[in-house]
């Protein structure tokens, strides 16, 4: 007998929260999703930072396919989102958030019957003169916008989002959630809610309001060094660029305490929905990770690295209970055709990752970032990549390499790989074969319309 489709399907995004920073704390921080979910162990994301990335799982495309990116981050949208398929199934499309990146200024919010920008709904307490200093000192281009909202007597979008930069508002967000979803169930609506989560993104909110953790001047200093390093991409400026690995530690460990004071919210949250409505979806990730000095990177722009891109995929449906694991390779964007087939669209690419996850293929893509036009010229390199098995195999600036991922360890080294087929020595099989070579291709052919 044919499932009923879910009346409240719930996708919350961690933004930014890496596979190691949730578990193996998740058991503790979100003890309901934990004992009612599938997890799935080897996920990762198709687009290293939130815009390629959502961009992907909101149309189960690959990033040159859908074209958004660090250079062209308005490209239009050639495909069909998921919130306008899920529109036309019936459902009432809500989005919470507290990043801007997922809104209207790049036209991820398109199909969404209601976006609520949790920056504009409360009142515009001001951050402080040492926040808002620090904000201008992190994010320099608001400085311009600045001055350009002055002019115009209107605040930019990305200004206004700078309480959501120092100030959480996830239990905010929560309590909207569920006034609105109160309201919708009453008037009978079939619900899609779904929440991006600023919290975990830079500069990593381990408390509701951000501090420096660490105690003294010259720590503070360093602290504040290494938070510089990071939101300014200071290692794509310089070939012998060393990070403070003991500091780096101190801030990944932010983002852990940040899932630790957040994850018991979302937590709940989840257990109200499901009592409230039984007949519900809940679906728990991260749209990308970060990387905090493994393999000479920062941040998330232009990587596929492990730490960047290696998430959690935490997946409840109506009913679901005990702990299953899937170990299987997979592709974070699969998402997408995962929550058609649980609202019964009927669709080629409607399939499930709970029931079929063999025919997900794990592809990352990256384009390079332009770090205020001091990016060097060897980190001026686009680069595709796919795991399979235990490899992953790596292609930039016309060359391949490969390195393990058969541990937990986020840290990885590149080797040349000196064969002509990579995609043979992979195992894959001829179906996955032809997929991945014909993705690697478009990708060749695609990263020519990016600028040098």
């Given amino acids: 007998m044919k499932k009923p489709e879910p009346r409240v399907i719930v996708f919350i995004i961690a933004d930014s929260l890496r596979y190691d920073t949730c578990y193996p704390y998740i058991r503790k921080a979100m003890p309901y999703l934990y004992r009612h979910s599938t997890h799935f162990h080897q996920v990762r994301s198709s687009g290293c930072w ?17 074209g958004q990116n660090t250079q062209m981050r308005k490209a239009g949208h050639r495909y069909p989102m998921l919130a306008d398929l899920l529109k036309d199934k019936g459902y009432y499309n809500l989005m919470i958030t507290s990043n801007v990146v997922v809104t209207d200024i790049f036209g991820l919010n398109r ?25 201008y000192v992190w994010r320099p281009r608001l400085r311009k916008r600045f001055v350009k909202s002055f002019v115009n007597n209107k605040m930019a979008e990305d200004i206004e989002s700078l309480r959501a930069f120092f100030k959480s508002y996830a239990s905010h967000m929560l309590a909207l959630a569920r006034q609105r979803l109160t309201e919708l169930l009453q008037n009978r609506r079939r619900v899609f809610l779904f929440f991006n989560f600023y919290d975990f993104h830079f500069p990593y909110l381990s408390e509701d309001t951000f501090r420096f953790e660490t105690r003294g001047i ?18 794509m400026k310089d070939l012998n660029y060393q990070p403070n690995l003991k500091m780096m530690q101190r801030i990944k460990d932010r983002q852990r305490q940040c899932f630790e ?42 990587n596929v690295t492990e730490g960047g891109n290696r998430v959690p995929l935490l997946w409840s449906s109506p009913g679901e209970k005990g702990v299953a694991g899937v170990d299987t390779q997979v ?122």
């Fill in 50 to 66: 939130t815009l390629p990335s959502h961009a992907s799982m909101f149309t189960g495309r690959w990033l040159h396919e859908h």
């Fill in 261 to 302: 004071r957040v994850g018991p919210l979302i937590d709940e949250f989840s257990r109200w929905v499901r009592k409230m409505e039984p007949d519900s979806t809940i679906v728990f990730s991260s749209d990308h990770g970060e990387n905090f000095g493994e393999e000479q990177w920062l941040y998330h722009f232009a």
């Fill in 111 to 135: 199909g969404f019957d209601e976006t609520r920008k949790i920056w504009r709904e409360l009142d515009h307490q001001t951050l402080g003169v040492f926040l808002t200093l620090l904000g």
């Fill in 218 to 235: 010259r720590n503070k200093y360093r602290e504040f060094r290494s938070l510089m390093d990071i939101i300014n991409n200071n290692h």
């Fill in 331 to 452: 592709s974070l964007k699969d998402v997408f055709g995962s929550f058609l087939q649980e609202a019964g669209i009927r669709k080629p690419e409607a399939w499930h990752l709970k029931k079929t996850p063999e025919r997900s293929t794990s592809i990352i893509e990256s384009i390079w970032y332009d770090a205020k036009n001091k990016t060097i010229p060897e980190f001026k390199r686009n680069q595709f990549a796919f795991v399979a098995g235990d490899q992953k195999f790596v292609y930039r600036k016309q060359k391949w390499f490969y390195t393990p991922v058969n541990t937990d360890s986020p840290t990885r080294h590149l080797t040349s790989f000196d064969h002509s087929d990579p995609f043979s020595a992979a195992g894959l099989d001829t179906e996955k074969k032809t997929e991945v070579k014909t993705a690697w291709k478009n990708f060749v052919t695609f990263e020519k319309k990016i600028p040098r």
